[in-house]
């Protein structure tokens, strides 16, 4: 099941028992003095394993603070952030990187690819990064550029691709260590309509194929009809 | 070295840019170095190869002791019987105008060692008879007999046209950039004077310093009060050659700054460099990569282009010095090679590690593009 629950309080207890992401009274508070905003004010969601969360509204609303706070890149001011059972406001800097590499994904609004690397490359750096390089990645990464429909792109940079195929790659690098958590920053906001639709769908297909928990951010309003829930955010706060 | 090695190859240009760069500066270094040890040869090789520990001046001589002492033969003869002491001898040495004999003979400068024929001083010859042979015999050095000097040649040299015999040859010997000859002492004590005719007896009893072979741990102070010198170990009269000291901080100065340059240089392209890739790195810590890893990864890029960069840089300043063996003072020692590549490999290292700190102030944050 996914979510939104009232400001300031925890999900429903049948919600957060089957959760993998489970956001409860989260408050971000940037800046100081009279120029601190308020960029998320009590936000509490959970996301079960193989639900797909659209989140929309305008710039400024927080969508953004939303998932860097659910990834650990950003502590919030207040409330507890928990990704496969673990608090990520309890751990330190160091604690919290390692627990990003094996149970949350991201997938980012120009897919941020490295420039020097291949496609295949560019699945394969997460494995490097944790340290888990073998021939079982390799075989992962190549069944996944086959999801995606880049098998035959696979040696190609991300200057020689299209948008629409760098996203392809993008989401792919982030299911290669099967993250229980997956998170989408604008995922479409690059691409024209046909390659954004595309792009969505396959998003959603591999949410179900994978059981992630995913959480999608984003401005457009045409591509929400692929998510199994939208929720709207507004001046920091889920509705 | 996953991101790395990958880098290296797809911004082959850059890299081949700043390896260019440290490239050049490791030519420069090997040929600083080689200029360095050519010229400390040039000015000292026959000090160095002296068969000494120490050596005795005038307490009085200061600066360049060889042209400022005199000792006398009650001062060498005292010092002979000093415990401790288990050889001393007079050394002379003097610089001396000379010409080949005959109509248009080239002319030279020398550098004379004055030494007792049969004394520990006496050089073996390489070629031809030793100095005990003749009283007006000398052994010339490599470098006089490159002027065209052979054994049988006869030379006139000094203010008083001393005759000369060249008697033998011996290997590579100079002192402040001129080559030596090994003359018997009494032979030196006229070029020394340049009186004509027989000496007075005070000059036949002088020499410029008393060469001493002491035993480990001997004592030098209590002698040399009583004995009005001033004894000098081996290694400290390569100050007294002429123009020795600056040539030496000069070159070091130079090279000084050449690492510092190259240092800086590193440091900086890697921080353009490092800065360029604020948003990689930014993602690779937003996917999981502790700063441990990528500082890693970095370093080992700087290694990499550091290490092919001097190793090329290198084989091509010793390719460049053994061309220029022949036109000016050059002495490739491996060491001294090996040295300044590892210094420059160590300093460039240095440089790019202050450079790539940045990374640690990277924030994943910004992957997300929070700071668009």
């Known amino acids: ?239 | 070295m996953f991101l790395a090695v990958r880098d290296l190859r797809f911004a082959r240009g850059r890299f081949a840019l700043i390896g260019a760069v440290v490239a050049m500066i490791a030519v420069l270094g090997v040929i600083l170095s080689g200029l360095a040890s050519g010229l400390a040869d040039s000015g000292i090789s026959s000090l160095r190869a002296l068969p000494v520990t120490h050596l005795a001046f005038d307490k009085s001589a200061s600066g360049e002791l060889f042209s400022r002492s005199t000792v006398t033969r009650d001062t060498w003869r005292a010092w002979a019987a000093q415990p401790g002491v288990r050889e001393a001898e007079p050394l002379g040495q003097q610089l001396v105008h000379a010409q080949l004999s005959g109509p248009g003979g080239k002319q030279l400068d020398l550098a004379v060692f004055g030494v007792r024929p049969t004394g520990f001083l006496a050089p073996a010859p390489a070629t031809g008879r030793p100095l005990s042979a003749d009283p007006n015999g000398i052994l010339v050095s490599e470098e006089i007999a490159k002027d065209g000097v052979k054994v049988g040649d006869r030379l006139i040299a000094g203010q008083a046209d001393t005759p000369l015999t060249v008697i033998g040859t011996i290997g590579h010997a100079s002192f402040g950039h001129v080559g030596v000859v090994y003359a018997p002492l009494a032979l030196w004590q006229k070029l020394h004077y340049g009186l004509p005719g027989a000496l007075p007896p005070a000059a036949t009893g002088q020499a410029t310093a008393v060469a001493l072979r002491l035993a480990p741990g001997a004592g030098t102070a209590a002698i040399d009060h009583r004995l009005g010198t001033r004894t000098v170990g081996k290694a400290g009269t390569y100050a007294a050659s002429p123009g020795y000291t600056a040539e030496s901080s000069t070159m070091t100065l130079i090279r000084g700054f050449l690492y510092a340059i190259s240092a800086l240089v590193v440091g900086s392209f890697f921080t353009v460099w490092t800065i360029q890739r604020r948003q990689e790195i930014a993602l690779l810590k937003a996917i999981g990569a502790s700063t441990g890893y990528i500082l890693r990864d970095a370093l080992t890029q700087v290694a990499v282009v550091l290490l092919a960069a001097t190793a090329a840089g290198t084989a091509a300043g010793l390719a460049l010095g053994g061309a220029m063996n022949a036109s000016a003072p050059f002495a490739l020692k491996t060491g001294q090679v090996t040295a300044a590549a590892l210094l420059l490999t160590a300093l460039g290292l240095a440089g790019a590690a202050v450079a790539v700190r940045r990374i640690t102030g990277v924030q994943a944050l910004t992957a997300l593009g929070a700071d668009r």
């Not at chain 1, 094996?102 to 699945?123: D, M, P």
């Open chain 1, 1 to 239: 099941m996914t979510h939104p629950t009232p400001a300031g309080t925890p999900a429903p207890d049948s919600t957060a028992a089957a959760a993998v992401l489970r956001l409860t009274d989260v408050t971000l508070r940037l800046g100081t003095g009279q120029q601190q905003v308020t960029a998320l004010d009590g936000v509490g969601l959970s996301v079960a394993p193989g639900r797909f969360l659209a989140v929309t509204g305008p710039s400024g609303s927080g969508k953004s603070s939303l998932l860097a706070v659910a990834g650990g890149l950003q502590t919030p001011t207040r409330g507890s952030v928990h990704v496969a059972g673990v608090d990520l406001t309890t751990l330190k800097e160091h604690q919290r990187t390692a627990h990003r590499r094996h149970h949350i994904g991201y997938v980012f609004q120009h897919a941020n690819l490295l420039a020097s690397l291949t496609a295949r490359e560019q699945l394969l750096l997460p494995a490097h990064v944790a340290g888990r390089l073998d021939a079982a990645a390799r075989r992962r990464a190549d069944e996944l550029l086959d999801a995606v429909g880049m098998t035959a792109r696979a040696d190609r940079r991300p200057h020689q691709l299209s948008g629409g195929e760098r996203q392809r790659v993008g989401l792919a690098r982030a299911l290669l260590l099967a993250p229980e958590v997956l998170l989408v920053d604008e995922p479409t906001s690059a691409l024209d309509r046909a390659r954004a639709r595309e792009i969505v769908e396959l998003l959603a297909q591999q949410t179900r194929a994978h059981r992630t928990a995913t959480v999608m951010v984003t401005h457009d309003t045409e591509i929400l009809d692929a998510a199994d829930h939208v929720l709207v955010m507004r001046d920091g706060r889920l509705t």
